[in-house]
């Protein structure tokens, strides 16, 4: 039976075809969330979605991702999960609360290296975006995050590197932390900066719509939050027409609007 839920609060549960009810409860946590809700659940299931009986209960169950709202990483990883239309359980980490949740023991059981985002799909946890991005490629169907052809599947992953290896561990919360208030501003400007001048050029060939031509891949699920990043540690952004153009597009479609810091459930209240 296909069935597509509502976003309002539904007050009473539905009995499915298949013999079990779904409770208020379940169904509060897969439609909309309000903003009273979301202060009172830990849990909150993100894509509107088209789904039958089997995969919501396995999907409720299954798919779990820890995340910070404004983390980068676990950005990315929110727009593969949009982009692939999967249901999953936000645990929300406070990354700066109490010197950051990700610290305590409970959560260093999960992942040692101590960071978001980290992935669970039933007995399998996977830290480490790449890792989790390319996980979540092969597993789910739907939705391709890489292309076939093995050239642009490198130039896509190399992009993902740039990003993932070359800019972002060096502006990492605990890296700035150690840095120091007075000179990290300067420090991640300048780490970004020299970044962004590396991938502007690199853009320049294999960009056309998006990073790697027309189609939007895991290195577009890296570039969009690392813009938002540079943004926030003052890069002049007219520096750089090609990842601007990029990130502009991309920000328009509705994964990247689900996946936005500002749509997660643990975002301040502006
Ligand atoms: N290479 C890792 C990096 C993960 C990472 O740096 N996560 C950040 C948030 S974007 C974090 O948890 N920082 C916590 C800290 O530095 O204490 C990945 O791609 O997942």
Redo the contacts with the bound molecule.
């Keep these: 039976m296909l069935c597509r839920f509502p976003y309002s609060s539904i007050l009473c549960g539905i009995r499915f075809a298949s013999n079990f009810i779904i409770s208020s409860q379940a169904l509060q946590l897969i439609s909309k969330p309000s903003k009273s809700m979301t202060s009172g659940y830990k849990a909150w299931l993100i894509n509107d979605y088209t789904w039958n009986d089997t995969d919501v209960i396995t999907n409720i169950m299954a798919l779990k991702l820890y995340s910070?709202w404004r983390?980068?990483?676990?950005w990315?990883v929110r727009v593969c999960l949009a982009l692939k239309k999967q249901e999953y359980e936000y645990i929300p980490i406070h990354?700066v609360k109490d010197g950051?949740e990700?610290?305590k023991e409970s959560f260093r059981n999960v992942n040692p290296?101590?960071?978001?985002?980290t992935f669970v799909h039933g007995d399998v946890i996977i830290?480490?975006?790449?890792a989790?991005m390319d996980y979540i490629d092969n597993k789910f169907e739907g939705y391709s995050l890489l292309p076939k052809d093995l050239a642009l599947r490198a130039k896509v992953k190399e992009i993902c590197e740039i990003i993932?290896s070359g800019i972002?561990?060096i502006q990492?919360?605990?890296?700035l932390?150690k840095i120091g208030e007075a000179n990290k501003m300067e420090w991640a400007h300048h780490w970004i900066q020299s970044g962004f001048d590396s991938l502007e050029k690199v853009l320049q060939k294999s960009s056309g719509k998006y990073c790697v031509g027309d189609d939007i891949t895991m290195a577009d699920a890296c570039l969009v939050p690392q813009v938002y990043n540079a943004n926030r540690f003052k890069v002049d952004m007219s520096k750089y027409p090609n990842i601007s153009r990029i990130e502009k597009s991309l920000a328009e479609q509705p994964a990247f609007i689900k996946a936005h810091p500002d749509n997660q459930p643990d975002c301040p209240q502006k």
Excluded: H, K, T
């Design positions: 910070y983390s980068s990483c676990s990315r990354l950051g990700q610290r290296m101590a960071q978001v985002p830290s480490q975006s790449m989790i993932c972002q561990p990492n919360l605990s890296v932390q």
